[in-house]
C-alpha cells in the first residue's frame, strides 16, 4: 500500500510528510520511503499553536478554529508532496495523522487520563480524496497505557540489531527512547518511554534570550560559548518526573512555554548569561536522557541511534557520546533510515496496521492492559476501492 504519514510534534515547528510504499506483516513488514518533506508553520500559525497548548492562554473558540485551520496545512502539505514526488492522491491509499497534540494529561499517579491530538480528520479527507486513520492515542489510553511514545512499536519491528541491545533516542520536543533487545534474545521485551524535555525548554528560552529572532540554538552556537553552571543543572535534575519509573509520558504541560520562562528568569536571577543558560539547558537535556539509561535500561546499551531535531545540535551530541559511553551513538541515517522523516512514517505505519485489523502497540511499550488496534477512520473517496481490494 501507498500510505502517508503526517507528524507534527511537540516543538510545533511544522508538518512532517512521508510517502511510504509499505508490504507485508509485522515479521516481514518492509517499509520505503518514496519521498519525504517538512513545511514549517509561519510565525502566527505556529503562535495560534503554543497559545492553544497553554491553559493561561488558549480558548475553547481557538482550539475549535485551530482544529480545522490546522488541518488545511496538514492537507495541503500531503497534496504539496504528492506533486513534488510526480504522483496523485488517486495513487495513495491512506493517510496516518498523528495530529498536533494540545494537551496530554498526567495524573499525579503518573496514569494518563486524557490526550487530545487535533486536526480535523474529515477535512484531510475531504481535501485529498484519501481514506484518513486519526486519533491514534487515545485506545491506548482507554486501555490503560499512556498513548505514548506510539513510535516504540515501529523501532520494534524494524530497528532490532541482530546481536545487540539498542536505544532508539528521539529528540525532539520532548525526548523519547525505546530499549530493543536483540533479535537473538526471545525472552526480553522492549521499553519506551520519555526521558523528559528534549528541545522544548531549550527553544522557548533562546527564542526569549534572542527576543524573538531564533526559534532554536541553530549548531549550538549559544551553547558553544557557554560554561554548564554545575550547581544550577544538579537543581534542575532534581525535577520529579526523571526518578519516576516507566511506563511514563510527559509534554508541554510540564515542559513547555510557562516552564522554559520561569528558568531563563531564574537563570538571570542567579546572574547567568545568556550563552550560560543556553548552555546548561542543553545539559540538561543530555543529562536526564543518560540519567534514564542508568535508571531503566534493562541491559547494556550497545548502540544508541539518535534521531529527531537535537541530532542536528553538535554540543548535545557530544555530550551525549561522552555521557552514553561505552555506547557507540549514531543516527537513523547510519542505519538506513532518515531521521527527519521518522516519526512520520510510523504513523504511515501505523495506519497500515490499523487497516489491516492488528494492533499496532506492544503493553511493554505504553503500560496498556492489553495491546488495541489503534486510531479512528475516516472514509475517504477511495474508501470502497479500499474495502474492495481488502475483501
Known amino acids: 500500500m501507498i500510505v502517508i504519514g503526517l507528524m507534527s510534534g511537540t516543538s510545533a515547528d511544522g508538518v512532517d510528510v512521508a510517502l511510504c ?10 517499509v520505503d520511503l518514496i519521498a519525504g518533506a517538512t513545511f514549517p508553520y509561519n510565525a502566527d500559525m505556529r503562535q495560534r499553536i503554543l497559545a492553544c497548548c497553554d491553559p493561561n492562554e488558549s480558548r475553547v473558540d481557538e482550539i475549535a478554529a485551530l482544529h480545522v485551520d490546522l488541518a488545511e496545512v496538514f492537507a495541503a502539505s500531503a497534496l504539496t508532496l504528492l506533486e513534488q514526488a510526480d504522483m496523485t492522491s488517486e495513487q495513495v491509499d491512506l493517510v496516518g495523522s498523528h495530529g498536533q497534540t494540545i494537551w496530554h494529561n498526567v495524573m499525579p499517579s503518573g496514569q494518563v487520563s486524557a490526550s487530545l491530538q487535533i486536526v480535523e480528520p474529515a477535512v484531510l479527507a475531504e481535501r485529498t480524496g484519501i481514506t484518513t486513520i486519526s486519533n491514534f ?8 497505557g499512556q498513548g505514548a511514545p506510539l513510535t516504540g512499536y515501529v523501532d520494534w519491528l524494524l530497528l ?6 539498542r536505544a532508539i533516542q528521539n529528540i ?20 519506551a518511554f520519555d526521558t523528559g524535555p528534549g528541545n522544548a525548554l531549550l527553544d522557548i528560552a533562546t527564542s526569549q534570550i534572542s527576543g524573538g529572532v531564533l526559534r532554536y540554538d541553530r549548531d549550538g552556537r549559544y551553547a558553544k560559548r557557554g560554561r554548564v553552571d554545575e550547581e544550577w543543572l544538579d537543581e534542575l535534575l532534581r525535577h520529579p518526573y526523571y526518578t519516576r519509573a516507566y511506563p511514563k509520558t510527559t509534554g508541554r504541560e510540564t515542559f513547555g512555554t510557562s516552564a522554559a520562562l520561569e528558568l531563563v528568569a531564574a537563570a538571570r536571577g542567579r546572574g547567568l548569561r545568556d550563552a550560560e543558560i543556553i548552555a546548561t539547558l542543553t545539559a540538561l537535556t543530555a543529562t536526564n536522557i543518560a540519567d534514564a539509561y542508568r535508571r531503566f535500561a534493562p541491559a547494556p546499551i550497545d548502540e544508541v541511534i539518535l534521531g529527531g531535531g537535537g541530532r542536528h545540535n553538535p554540543v548535545m551530541v557530544g555530550l551525549l557520546r561522552q555521557l552514553l559511553a561505552p555506547a557507540t551513538v549514531l543516527t537513523h541515517e547510519d542505519i538506513g533510515m532518515d531521521s527527519d522523516f521518522k516519526e512520520a512514517l510510523v504513523f504511515a505505519v501505523l495506519a497500515y496496521e490499523t487497516w489491516h485489523g492488528r494492533a499496532a502497540v506492544l503493553p511493554a511499550l505504553t ?8 486510531g479512528a477512520i475516516t472514509p475517504g473517496a477511495n474508501f470502497s476501492r479500499l474495502l474492495r481490494q481488502s475483501a
Open 21 to 30: 510504499d509499505i508490504r507485508g506483516q509485522p515479521g516481514k513488514l518492509t
Open 367 to 374: 503500560g496498556a492492559r492489553r495491546a488495541t488496534v489503534l
Open 137 to 144: 492515542r487515545a485506545r491506548d489510553v482507554a486501555a490503560g
Open 160 to 165: 532490532r540489531h541482530p546481536a545487540r541491545w
Open 172 to 191: 525532539g520536543g520532548m525526548g523519547n527512547v525505546t530499549f530493543l533487545p536483540p533479535q537473538s534474545d526471545d525472552a526480553s521485551e522492549p521499553i
